[in-house]
């Protein structure tokens, strides 16, 4: 059975930094590739960011281009999300989802992950 476990959520002031890890574990499962989504209230689940795990290629949202920064560590069989220059806008639950081998679509979309973690609340204050 695969798991995706968040941490590193919390409650920041506008200009701080944040670090969220993911961390998947399951009898042989690698993830295909990693995404990180946020819902704010009253909103849909958007996308944040999201990395190909084979070949180390990122994705950004336009509203977080240049402030944070997706990775993943194989080794670990861990995925990241460094959180800079967090402005209040950025206040939601941010959930990470993986994909597994038979997994297809859009790494933006996310009906094209799997796996889901349980969500860690991100709140900036101004």
């Known amino acids: 059975q695969v798991q995706l476990v968040e941490s590193g959520g919390g409650l920041v002031q506008a200009g701080g930094s944040l670090r969220l890890s993911c961390a998947a574990s399951g009898r042989t499962f690698r993830p295909y590739g990693m995404g990180w989504f946020r819902q704010a209230p009253g909103k849909e689940r958007e996308f944040v960011a999201a990395i190909n795990w084979s070949t180390g290629i990122t994705y950004y949202a336009d509203s977080v281009k240049g402030r944070f920064t997706v990775s993943a560590d194989n080794a670990k069989n861990t995925g990241y999300l460094q959180m800079n220059s967090l402005r209040p806008e950025d206040t939601a639950v941010y959930y990470c989802?993986?994909?597994?081998?038979?997994?297809?679509?859009?790494?933006?979309?996310?009906?094209?992950?799997?796996?889901w973690g349980q969500g860690t609340q991100v709140t900036v204050s101004s």
């Open positions: 989802a993986a994909r597994g081998p038979y997994s297809s679509g859009s790494l933006h979309d996310t009906t094209s992950y799997a796996y």
